[in-house]
C-alpha cells in the first residue's frame, strides 16, 4: 500500500504537471496562431467532377467474442496538375496508415453567436506537405468533416486527426472554441475551459457552413476541392460529446465519430473511485480514500451526469452512423461512460463501440503534448499503457475506416469494422472491446 507521503507525492506531480501544461500550452498557442494569421489571395482551382456514391444500407452485428457481417452493396498560384489522379490509390489505402495525399492547411476563424469567434484550422490534399500549399483537385470533390479537441484543448494540440483525415481524402476544419459557454467557461491563454457541449455542437454546425463559403469563396485554397453534400463529424471528449450533441439535434452529417466523447452514466458505479476501478487498471487502488471519499460526497458522478445531459439526450434522436472510441485505461472518461453513449444511440442507427486496449484519455491528443496530459491521468490511477503512436494508429484505423464507408461508400472498409480485420484486433487484444450494429 503507498504511504502518506508517496500519495501526496502523486498530487504534488500531478498538480506540477497541470501548471507546467498551463504554461507551455499557452505560449505555444500564441506562437503557432500568430504564425498562421495571413492568407494571401489566389485563383481556386477548376470545378470538381462527379461525387460519388453513398453506401447502400447494411447490416452487420459485432461482440467481443462473435462477429456476423453482410458488408453493403455497393495559398500560392494553382498549379496545374500532369500526375496521375489518385482517386484509385486513395480507395486502396490502408486507414491506420498515413494516405496518399500530401496536405496543405492554413488558418481561418468564424463567429457563432452567443458565444464568439471559434478559431479553427484547415487541411486539405494538397501538392505538397506545407502550409498554403497548392491544392490537389483530381480527387475532387472531397467529403468535408468538422473536428474538435476537449476541455482545455485546442485545434493545434490534436494535429493529427485532421492531418490523417485530409491525407486519405477529406477536407477537414479542425476548431477551438471560445470563452462565451454558459456553464463553468473561461479561458487561459487562448485555450477552453468549458463544460457547455452545446458551444462545441454549434461549433460544428457552424463549421459546416464554414467549410461551404471557402469552398465558394474566390481565392480560397479550397475552392471547389468540397463536396457540400457529404459531411463527417470527429471530436475528442467535449469535442466528442458536443459532435453527438451536433447529431443529434441537426446537424449535416452523414456519419459521425467521438473519441472518449463527454459522457456519464451515472448509475454505472456507486463513487467515482468504484468506477475508475472498473476500467481494470490496477493504479485506480493508489488513489486515496480521502480524495474518493470527497468526491462522492459532493456528488461529482451526479454533477457530472448533470452536465451531459444535453448530450444523452440527444443520442437518443442519433440517426447517422455513429462511432464511438475509448481506451480500455481512460480515467477521465472511463469505458462504462462511453458503453452508455453506445447503447444510448438508437438501435435503428448504425453504430460501433471500439475499446482500445491499454488506451487513455490523453493518447488521443497529440505526441508532444502526452506528457503533461498523462501525468495528470496517472494520479487519477489511469495513463497510457501502449505507446501514443500506437493508439493513434489503431483510433485511425477505425475512424477512416468508417468514414471511408459511410461517406465515400467505399465498402471494402467493413474488413476493418466488422470483417476479418476487426476479429484480428480483438484475438490480438488491439481491441478490449468492439460492439458493432450496422443497420439498414
Request: glycine share 14%; aromatic share 10%; hydrophobic share 40%.
Amino acid at each position: 500500500m503507498s504511504s502518506p507521503e508517496a500519495k501526496r507525492g502523486r498530487l504534488l506531480t500531478a498538480f506540477l504537471s497541470l501548471l507546467t501544461f498551463f504554461s507551455l500550452t499557452g505560449l505555444v498557442a500564441l506562437v503557432a496562431w500568430g504564425w498562421g494569421a495571413a492568407l494571401p489571395d489566389w485563383q481556386g482551382p477548376a470545378s470538381p467532377g462527379v461525387k460519388e456514391a453513398v453506401p447502400v444500407a447494411a447490416q452487420a452485428t459485432a461482440t467481443a467474442g462473435t462477429m456476423e457481417a453482410a458488408p453493403a452493396a455497393g495559398l500560392a498560384s494553382p498549379v496545374v496538375e500532369t500526375q496521375a489522379a489518385p482517386v484509385q490509390a486513395a480507395a486502396a489505402a490502408a486507414p491506420d496508415e498515413e494516405g496518399p495525399y500530401s496536405v496543405g492547411w492554413y488558418n481561418t476563424e468564424y463567429r457563432v453567436e452567443p458565444y464568439g469567434v471559434y478559431r479553427a484550422s484547415i487541411y486539405y490534399p494538397a501538392r505538397s506537405d506545407a502550409r498554403l500549399a497548392a491544392p490537389d483537385a483530381l480527387g475532387a470533390p472531397y467529403p468535408g468533416i468538422v473536428a474538435s479537441n476537449g476541455y482545455y484543448g485546442a485545434d493545434w494540440n490534436i494535429t493529427w486527426v485532421p492531418q490523417q483525415l485530409a491525407s486519405h481524402g477529406y477536407v477537414a476544419l479542425c476548431f477551438t472554441p471560445p470563452a462565451g459557454g454558459t456553464l463553468n467557461t473561461w479561458s487561459w491563454s487562448g485555450l477552453v475551459q468549458s463544460w457547455d457541449t452545446t458551444q462545441w455542437a454549434e461549433g460544428f454546425k457552424a463549421g459546416i457552413d464554414k467549410l461551404k463559403e471557402q469552398n465558394g469563396l474566390e481565392g480560397s485554397l479550397i475552392q471547389g476541392l468540397l463536396d457540400e453534400e457529404t459531411f463527417g463529424g470527429i471530436g475528442l471528449s467535449m469535442g466528442g460529446g458536443g459532435v453527438l450533441e451536433a447529431a443529434g439535434t441537426g446537424a449535416q452529417f452523414d456519419a459521425v465519430v467521438g473519441l472518449a466523447p463527454a459522457y456519464s452514466d451515472a448509475e454505472a458505479a456507486d463513487g467515482v473511485c468504484q468506477l475508475l476501478a472498473q476500467t481494470g487498471n490496477a493504479r485506480a487502488g493508489d488513489i486515496p480514500g480521502w480524495l474518493c471519499g470527497l468526491l462522492d460526497a459532493v456528488d461529482v458522478l451526479g454533477r457530472v451526469d448533470g452536465v451531459f445531459a444535453d448530450v444523452r439526450t440527444a443520442a437518443g434522436t442519433i440517426s447517422v452512423p455513429a462511432q464511438v472510441q475509448v481506451g480500455s485505461v481512460d480515467a477521465f472518461i472511463p469505458p462504462p461512460w462511453v458503453q452508455a453513449a453506445y447503447e444510448d444511440i438508437p438501435g435503428s442507427t448504425s453504430k460501433s463501440y471500439v475499446e482500445i486496449g491499454g488506451g487513455s484519455h490523453a493518447g488521443f491528443i497529440d505526441a508532444w503534448v502526452l506528457p503533461f496530459g498523462d501525468g495528470i491521468e496517472r494520479a487519477l490511477g489511469g495513463g497510457i499503457d501502449i505507446d501514443v503512436q500506437e493508439q493513434h494508429r489503431v483510433s485511425q484505423k477505425y475512424f477512416v475506416s468508417w468514414f471511408n464507408y459511410y461517406l465515400k461508400g467505399q465498402t471494402e472498409y467493413g474488413t476493418y469494422l466488422f470483417g476479418a480485420e476487426a476479429q484480428a484486433d480483438i484475438a490480438s487484444g488491439v481491441l478490449s472491446q468492439l460492439e458493432t450494429s450496422v443497420s439498414g
